[in-house]
């Protein structure tokens, strides 16, 4: 449980910086934007090779939208559904494959989509 809680805080740090990184948006020296978007797409790579195999906490799912993509981590597995976190990179696209909690406090994807987009 403790390595569960660890990578979640570590993927929550990175949702939230990847944000604020987002919400900055291209400043007027973008070599520095572009770097720091690097850091933040290795960092994602990273936290995807530490959860393991298998749709656990950690897993990126990636959905194609537009001329690029969504990137969301994988926070907690349910029966029926998983929570996300969301990481904008680059253009900082949303799918519309994930959606919102019924108290609008998570974005979830349907469990059977992300077991397909984790590689199943």
């Known amino acids: 449980m403790i390595k569960n809680a660890s990578l979640k805080n570590r993927i929550v740090a990175l949702a939230n910086r990847a944000i604020a990184h987002h919400d900055s948006t291209i400043s007027a020296d973008f ?7 690097v850091e933040l797409e290795a960092e994602l790579e990273a936290i995807g090779k530490a959860a393991g195999k298998g749709l656990v906490i950690g897993r990126v799912l990636t959905f194609g939208v537009a001329d690029g993509c969504a990137n969301y981590i994988v926070t907690k597995v349910r029966k029926n559904d998983v929570v996300v976190e969301w990481v904008p ?5 949303s799918s519309q494959a994930v959606g919102l909690s019924t108290d609008r406090t998570e974005y979830i994807v ?8 984790a590689g199943f």
């Open 31 to 37: 070599n520095a934007w572009e770097k720091q978007n």
């Open 89 to 93: 990179l680059g253009d900082g696209y």
């Open 110 to 117: 349907l469990r059977s989509t992300a077991e397909a987009y």
